[in-house]
């Protein structure tokens, strides 16, 4: 796992962008891993930035959303669909036909999640997922006690993910209770992994994500299983870390590539 403590959270979400517009470089039909909420809003905006300013071109790219919850329409203003489109899709060339959320509204949540799990893999499967982090430590909707073996599928979210996104709602009562999310083991199949946190209320969690035992009470924890990750924090979320001096001594002694 690599830490990359940045300044500032727009410091953090250049960074990131910096390693998906790399791949799209290098893979142009690349198959990228998005995430919504308040965290990858600024790596977004650099996406669109290089491609409008930089010509950085996702003619070719194909998008696996990692959940949605479930009740809401996609033209819903909460849904993921209308936050990817409005943050991301509308100001990039991402073929509609490349893109893929999960359904909020399926009315058959198996076949719709066992169907969702075969497009990845038939789309070779996924090069780089980009991941937030609850402060519950979850991943996509993962929470504390999902499988680490767990594929997409139906779940009801926690009570404290329920209060954290009522935020984005007139009221409480109008979060949904229940999501389809990628499970862990999906994520993990990901090529490579891009994980970003900012903020105090995000550093308990990546503290145990990053240094604690690896545990289902935490699924970001799971990411310490896969072979390629790269963990942007701002300062503020890597306030916990009992390692901070060896993250950015290692940062700083990063071996020249031969
Ligand atoms: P946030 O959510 O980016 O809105 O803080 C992250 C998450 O719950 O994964």
Same mark, same amino acid.
């Given at each position: 796992?690599?830490?990359?403590?940045?300044? /500032?959270?727009?410091?953090? @979400?250049v960074?990131?962008?910096?390693?998906? =517009?790399? !791949?799209i470089k290098?893979? *142009?039909?690349?198959?990228? %891993?998005?995430?919504?909420g308040?965290?990858?809003?600024? !790596?977004?905006?650099?996406?669109?930035?290089?491609?409008?300013?930089?010509?950085?071109?996702?003619?070719?790219?194909?998008?696996?959303?990692?959940?949605e919850?479930? =009740?809401? +329409?996609?033209?819903?203003?909460?849904? &993921?669909?209308?936050?990817?489109?409005?943050?991301?899709?509308?100001?990039?060339?991402? *073929?509609? %036909?490349?893109? &893929?959320? +999960? @359904?909020?509204?399926?009315? #058959?949540?198996?076949?719709?999640?066992?169907?969702?799990?075969?497009?990845? $893999?038939?789309?070779? =499967?996924?090069?780089?997922?980009?991941?937030?982090?609850?402060?519950?430590g979850?991943?996509?909707? #993962?929470? *504390?006690?999902?499988?680490l073996?767990?594929?997409?599928?139906?779940?009801?979210?926690?009570?404290? /993910?329920?209060?954290?996104?009522?935020?984005?709602f007139e009221r409480?009562?109008?979060? +949904?209770v229940?999501?389809?999310?990628?499970?862990v083991?999906?994520?993990?199949?990901? $090529?490579?992994?891009?994980?970003?946190?900012?903020?105090?209320?995000?550093?308990?969690?990546?503290?145990?994500?990053?240094? %604690?035992?690896?545990?289902?009470?935490?699924?970001?924890s799971?990411?310490?299983?896969?072979?390629?990750?790269?963990v942007?924090?701002d300062?503020?979320?890597a306030?916990?870390?009992?390692m #901070?001096?060896y993250?950015?001594w290692?940062?700083?002694?990063?071996?020249?590539?031969?």
């Amino acid at each position: 796992m690599e830490v990359l403590i940045a300044e /500032t959270y727009d410091e953090m @979400s250049v960074r990131a962008a910096a390693v998906v =517009g790399k !791949l799209i470089k290098i893979k *142009p039909n690349a198959v990228l %891993g998005m995430a919504t909420g308040s965290t990858p809003l600024g !790596l977004y905006r650099e996406l669109v930035r290089l491609h409008q300013d930089e010509g950085l071109d996702f003619a070719q790219v194909t998008t696996f959303n990692l959940d949605e919850y479930v =009740g809401l +329409p996609n033209d819903e203003p909460h849904s &993921y669909h209308y936050f990817m489109h409005e943050h991301f899709f509308q100001h990039v060339d991402v *073929p509609s %036909g490349n893109i &893929y959320i +999960p @359904s909020g509204t399926t009315s #058959n949540h198996a076949a719709f999640c066992a169907w969702y799990e075969e497009r990845i $893999r038939e789309c070779g =499967g996924i090069d780089i997922q980009i991941l937030g982090i609850g402060a519950d430590g979850h991943i996509a909707f #993962n929470e *504390p006690g999902s499988s680490l073996g767990s594929r997409t599928r139906l779940k009801t979210l926690a009570r404290q /993910t329920i209060e954290d996104n009522a935020r984005f709602f007139e009221r409480p009562d109008d979060v +949904p209770v229940y999501a389809i999310t990628m499970g862990v083991g999906t994520i993990l199949e990901a $090529r490579a992994i891009v994980m970003l946190a900012n903020g105090k209320t995000k550093a308990a969690a990546v503290a145990r994500a990053i240094e %604690g035992p690896v545990t289902s009470m935490i699924t970001a924890s799971a990411l310490q299983l896969h072979p390629s990750v790269r963990v942007f924090l701002d300062r503020d979320a890597a306030s916990e870390l009992q390692m #901070n001096d060896y993250w950015n001594w290692v940062q700083e002694n990063r071996p020249r590539q031969g």
